[in-house]
């Protein structure tokens, strides 16, 4: 069986895949530690200046995935422990936060779909690089989901974050660089090599010099209240997932209608593949 997470090094450069194209890239416990063991192997290389965070085939990653998170969910005790969930996904916000803390310089690749949890992730990179074709967005604010490692208001601004937060809806390539939240736009079939192409001109500066300006910049972010966000996210992100109307989401997935559910969430939107033309 294929790993799930591939580490390269070349020319400086360290490249961390994520590596199940068949499921879309979504994210699983031996996904999100395999992405933080890599992190800390390219932190550790002394021949490494950066790092680049890149999805298999066509996409990022469409998020957690759903048949491991829910079947990991229904094996929780009858009556919900608020403290083992947040903990439980306090770990995950961790090994997302490997890439914040990183002292070397993080691109993140959003190709395809970057959706729900997998904002959580590649948004704690320092730079991203979109293709012109992908989208980004975290549909689960519609039902089953806060943000955990809350990024969006501290990259867009609040009145981005609202728009995009309160409503689920996905941000197309045009619009996340007007917005500020993507660095460079390119076409999919130039967006690896635009970020590798990024990624090695960091060679010419010092580590150290690299390390300090990263750790200033973050320190900011940090003064203004990004960890308590972060910790309350990850303890709404548990209390949604468990509101009458996420179980009953639940429930129709554990009877087999993923397909249904996700379409129920998202047909008002018109979003996420629920355009007027597919609407029942």
Same mark, same amino acid.
């Given at each position: &069986?294929?790993?799930?997470?591939? #580490? ?13 194209? =068949?499921? @879309? ?14 992190? *800390?192997?390219?932190?550790?290389? $002394? ?13 990022? $990653? ?5 048949? *491991? ?6 094996? *929780? ?10 903990? $439980? &996904? ?6 997302? %936060? ?10 993140? =690749? ?19 690089? &979109? ?19 809350? %990024? ?6 609040? *009145? ?11 941000? +197309?390539? =045009? ?6 939240? /993507? ?7 130039? @967006?690896?090599?635009?970020? =590798? ?26 003064? &203004? ?5 972060? %910790? ?18 639940? $429930? ?9 559910? /996700?379409?129920?969430? +998202?047909?008002?939107?018109? +979003? #996420? ?8």
């Amino acid at each position: &069986m294929a790993e799930s997470v591939l #580490y390269e090094e070349r020319d400086g450069v360290a490249l961390i895949t994520i590596n199940r194209p =068949e499921r @879309l890239n979504t994210l699983t416990v031996e996904v999100i530690q395999g992405v933080a063991d890599g992190v *800390e192997q390219a932190t550790s290389a $002394s021949d490494v200046a950066s790092i680049v965070l890149r999805g298999a085939g066509n996409n990022i $990653s469409a998020g957690y995935d759903l048949d *491991e998170f829910i079947a990991n969910a229904a094996r *929780e005790p009858e009556v919900w422990d608020p403290v083992a969930d947040y903990q $439980s &996904m306090a770990a995950n916000v961790r090994r997302f %936060m490997k890439i914040w803390e990183c002292p070397k310089p993080v691109i993140g =690749e959003i190709s395809g779909w970057a959706l729900g949890g997998a904002t959580d992730l590649i948004l704690c990179a320092d730079l991203l690089f &979109m293709a012109s074709n992908a989208q980004i967005g975290y549909a689960p604010s519609r039902i089953y989901g806060t943000p955990t490692t809350m %990024m969006w208001v501290h990259r867009i601004g609040l *009145e981005h974050a609202k728009q995009f937060l309160l409503t689920g809806r996905p941000i +197309d390539a =045009e619009t996340a660089f007007r917005i500020g939240l /993507v660095s460079h736009v390119c076409d999919p079939g130039d @967006l690896s090599n635009a970020a =590798e192409t990024e990624a090695r001109r960091f060679i010419n500066i010092p580590a150290n010099q690299l390390a300090l300006n990263k750790l200033l910049i973050n320190q900011a972010f940090e003064n &203004m209240g990004l960890r308590t966000s972060q %910790m309350l996210g990850t303890f709404f992100d548990g209390i949604a997932r468990h509101t009458p109307e996420a179980q009953k989401w639940v $429930s129709q997935i554990n009877s087999g209608n993923v397909r249904d559910a /996700v379409a129920d969430r +998202d047909r008002p939107w018109h +979003d #996420y593949g629920q355009t007027p033309d597919n609407d029942r």
